[in-house]
């Protein structure tokens, strides 16, 4: 939390009229707000200010922000989202593969916007601290948002320690990617399984594995996922 126990916001957005529009409407919504307009002062932003959840544009005038979002995940597990006009599945996927928690596609509205804040904040803060557990050489310790393989810990963004969470308490069931969708996105109305598809694709990758050799993550074909240790 920012000072007094708000709510932190960095925004790095470089369209004058849209950052100042983000910065008034979310601080006076009771967010402690800071925007910047350039990749490499939101990067020095966000490394002073520890915020609770980073709003990124991707058409930056410095630096991509697609390698900001790389820079920011190499110093901080905080929340990102996306926020920017390039809506392409290439985009999405390559941002979420980068370690984006969500991906919102300009023109949207305010109302959206800090829905989707609202949502990305409730998954950071939603495991409950319990204790840790175990399959197989797996360990997941909820209090210390923290999982290890044989002993090594793994370097998991916010959403993919959140997914591997929510599948460790299930261990041994099969999960819909709806559960998954209703459960760590917070969105039960729907939303897209491809972005489930994606952070399984990357959680397995960090697990040591692939959807075609798994170990630990098992895909049940028009079921779901579970899972288990490895026979």
Same mark, same amino acid.
């Given at each position: ?19 100042? !529009?983000?910065?008034s ?23 002073? *200010?520890?915020?609770d959840?980073?709003? /990124?544009?991707?058409? !930056?005038?410095? /630096? ?7 820079m ?17 599945? *290439? ?13 919102l ?7 959206q ?41 793994l370097?998991l ?15 041994g069931?099969v ?8 459960e760590v996105?917070?969105?039960p ?15 397995? *990758? ?20 579970? !899972?288990?240790?490895?026979s």
């Open positions: 939390m920012g000072q007094c126990g708000v709510t932190s916001i960095v925004i790095v957005e470089d369209e004058q009229r849209i950052r100042a !529009l983000m910065t409407v979310l601080a006076d919504r009771g967010y402690d707000v800071a925007a910047s307009a350039t990749a490499l002062d939101g990067l020095r932003t966000i490394v002073d *200010r520890s915020p959840l980073v709003i /990124l544009d991707l058409g !930056l005038p410095d /630096l991509d922000g697609m390698e900001l979002l790389k920011i995940r190499a110093v901080t597990n905080v929340p990102v989202i996306v926020a920017s006009a390039r809506g392409e599945d *290439r985009d999405i996927i390559g941002t979420l593969n980068l370690g984006a928690d969500d991906h596609v300009k023109p949207f509205s305010i109302e916007l800090e829905a989707r804040v609202r949502a990305v904040l409730r998954r950071a803060s939603a495991m409950p601290e319990d204790e840790r557990v175990v399959v197989g050489a797996l360990v997941v310790d909820p209090a210390a948002r923290e999982a290890t393989l044989d002993g090594e810990v370097q963004s916010p959403k993919e320690f959140d997914l591997l969470a929510y599948l460790a308490t299930r261990a069931d999960v819909s990617k709806r559960e998954l969708i209703a996105w917070r969105q109305w729907g939303g897209s399984e491809k972005t489930v598809d994606v952070h399984l694709s990357w959680l397995r *990758r960090k697990l040591g594995e692939s959807a075609a050799d798994s170990r630990y993550i098992h895909t049940v074909h028009g079921v779901g996922v579970k !899972l288990v240790a490895p």
